[in-house]
């Protein structure tokens, strides 16, 4: 699988990525299977090219799945990157500047809410990094 990719506050209150892999735990019939992740809900989301989202936080912890189209996301430290169709975002900067959003194609994702903003997709780190 593709790294999971954390969008998170730093020490700086500015918002910062960073590459994760899924702390996967048991072997299946049907695969290699992570850790179970608490959730609060799910929402499909369909998006148009051209909207931009300025300067924001993330509203809770929630994990941005991207099946289709591609969106660009300017963290307030500087960074930019663009999220094509499998690519994960686990958005966790709540506090801080933020970043900004912009859909750079028709597309779709599906957002997934999960109920501790400390936990990471990898246990053993912490999305709380200090920079």
Known sequence: MKKIITLFSGADNKSYFKEETPNYETKQHLGI???????????????????????????????????????????????????????????????????????LTDGNSIIITTQDPIEAPNSSSSIRAKL
Not at 72 to 87: H, L, T
């Open 33 to 103: 299977y992570s850790k179970k992740i608490p959730t609060t809900g799910m929402m499909f989301r369909i998006f148009e090219a051209g909207a931009k989202y300025d300067w924001h936080n993330a509203p809770q912890p929630q994990y941005i799945v991207y099946l289709k189209g591609e969106v660009e996301v300017e963290a307030s430290g500087g960074e930019k990157r663009i999220f094509k169709p499998g690519d994960v975002l686990f958005a966790t900067d709540l506090t801080g500047q933020g970043h900004i959003t912009k859909t």
